[in-house]
């Protein structure tokens, strides 16, 4: 796992040149700290910082081909490389290394840009061909690492980490004022946007070309749902060895490592399931790790030491004291170089750290809620149909009322925070009510927040985004098209970027066993009823963990790694809320208007309504905005335009 950083103009000589190089190459250092590698050539310029995993002592980067021709910078790891290079040696390709990254300078010889679509794996690269003048950037079928790129003067630069573009002297640090619309709404910034204007994502499952005609965005895979109403009719049991057989073999896949590996281990169904996996491929005494909370209503360490006896693995458990994840906060913005309103990055964080300490690599059990509908916001759109039913005189005089008038809980999930939310939005369309769920501020929220100017600036259709995926995708069943919009959005640029960004801020490898491409087939082509047997979330993977893991494990409802944002806002976190959000910075910034802040800190502090998630992700956008924008670059009115 590396962070790769350089950039291509064919119309100018040297246009990143070695001092630039080292100095994004050296926003990147917590990414690969083993190693730092450039490559340098009248056009282009390659960069890597190297976590040494396979090949630790041969695998240095950039790696290029026999004559020197093609040349790669790779952050990731290519899992079945050994296949790969395999059949490319059979055609007469000659290896250099032991590396993964090796087998797409072959590949790419071999096959040219088709080579991304035959690479298993979670990677981002950058690969320069000499001979044609091409730089080609390319990134994983679903986001599992980031890629960032700006143009400029008909060239690119690119970085793992949005900060390493920011050493370029001629990107500005211009807000985005679409992107900062989105974040309020989702929590964080969809692909291809990012805070900046200058600087954008390149979007999972998609390469990007720059050539003597110009640069071109190509499209390479995507997650093909319709294949899950139209396809194969097999019975319940054929799904379940299908799926079994399936993220059996990605485990065994990703278990491929030449330091050691153990594996998070929270206590739900898809870290338990990845960490019985573990254990039937490596045997006992496998490493794994998890954190417990103080506060009762937020920890599952219980559940987590459960399964770890049940399954023998040599369990390393941290309770972390309130006062290690107050300490973090205000360092947030360290880490997150653009806005993201996740509170769960905090404990991410710390179990990565923790993790850090005895291994390099962890495999945990992200995208299993994205795949088999293992969210509660699938449940809610199963009951909306229900509720939306009921008589309005039922749901309009007794039961909204009744809600409303629910006593605030600061609980994790608590009853009032969830049903409140629901009755809210139950009636909208399914994309509409979906992302109004999940997120922070609704559209009418949104206008009492920003400042007119700022709204006069911005599209003003929040959710056209998330209705873009949704329409897109090629599934009828609106579940299914929730499920697709939720792996293009919150998966990526939520989820992945948490677990990349705390992962490799201590130096450590996280891998995604539910996300890999074996398993993406086999999720793509089952029926959602094997997803979503009624209100049973993942019913699949219930099912075939019947026996493997407690039935405890299986039967109880998912939780969410969360920490008690409302509680601490209204008691350790307050002096800090107060100083981020005073009137004197809201005015100052001209972003949003002091007399909504106001209100939202003075209903929270008085219990009279639970403002935590609205609250948290502007007190992330400050913190954000006082570590990377300089004062004479904060946006006043005058500059907004």
Known sequence: MCGIAGGANLTQERPVD?????????????RGPDD????????????????????????????????????????????????????????????????????IVHGYEEWGDAVVERLNGQFAFALWDKGKERLLLARDRVGIKPLYYSEHQGGVVFGSELKALLCCPWIPRSLDLDALDQYLTYEHIPVPRTIFRAIKKLAPGHTLILDRRGVELRQYWDFDLAQSESGPVLSAAAWEERFRSALWEAVEMELISDVPL??????GIDSSAIAALMSQHKGPRVQSFSIAFDDPSFDESQH????????????????????????????????????????SFIPCYLLARFARERVTVALGGDGGDELLAGYSTMQAHR????????????????????????????????????????????????VERHHLWLGSFSPQEKVALLRPEVRSEVDGDTFAVARGHFEHCGADDPLNRILYTDLKLYMDTDILTKVDRSSMANSLEARVPFLNQVVLEVAAQMPLDMKLR?????????????????????????????????????NELKPLLQDSLSESKIVGQGLFEPAAVSTMLEEHFSGRRDNRKHLWTLLVFQLWHDRWLAPSARPAKAALT
């Open 534 to 570: 009624g209100f049973t979330r993942k019913h699949v993977l219930r099912r075939i963990m019947k026996g493997v893991l407690p039935d405890r494990i299986l039967s109880r409802p998912k939780k969410g790694f969360n920490i008690p944002v409302a509680k601490w806002f209204r």
């Open 304 to 343: 987590a030491r459960l399964v770890a006896e049940h399954l023998g693995t040599e369990h390393h458990e941290q309770t972390l004291s309130e006062a290690m994840m107050w300490d973090l906060v205000p360092r947030i913005a360290d880490f997150l170089d653009e806005p993201m309103g996740d509170s």
């Open 262 to 267: 153990g594996v998070f281990l929270s206590g």
């Open 36 to 103: 730092e590698g450039q490559f340098i050539d009248a056009h282009v310029a390659l960069g890597t910082r190297r976590l040494s995993i396979i090949d630790v002592q041969g695998g240095h980067q950039p790696i290029g081909n026999e004559d020197g021709s093609v040349w790669v910078a790779l952050n990731g790891e290519i899992f079945n490389f050994p296949s790969l290079r395999a059949q490319l040696a059979d055609r007469g390709h000659r290896f250099a290394t032991q590396s993964d990254t090796e087998v």
């Open 18 to 30: 070695g001092p630039l190089l080292s100095a994004m190459l050296g926003t990147l250092r917590h």
């Open 383 to 430: 009951l909306a149909g229900l509720y939306n039913r009921a008589p309005a005189g039922l749901r309009d005089g007794l039961i909204g009322p009744l809600v409303r008038r629910l006593p605030v809980s600061h609980d994790n999930l608590s009853l009032d925070f969830r049903a409140k939310r629901f009755v809210a939005s139950a009636a909208l369309p399914p």
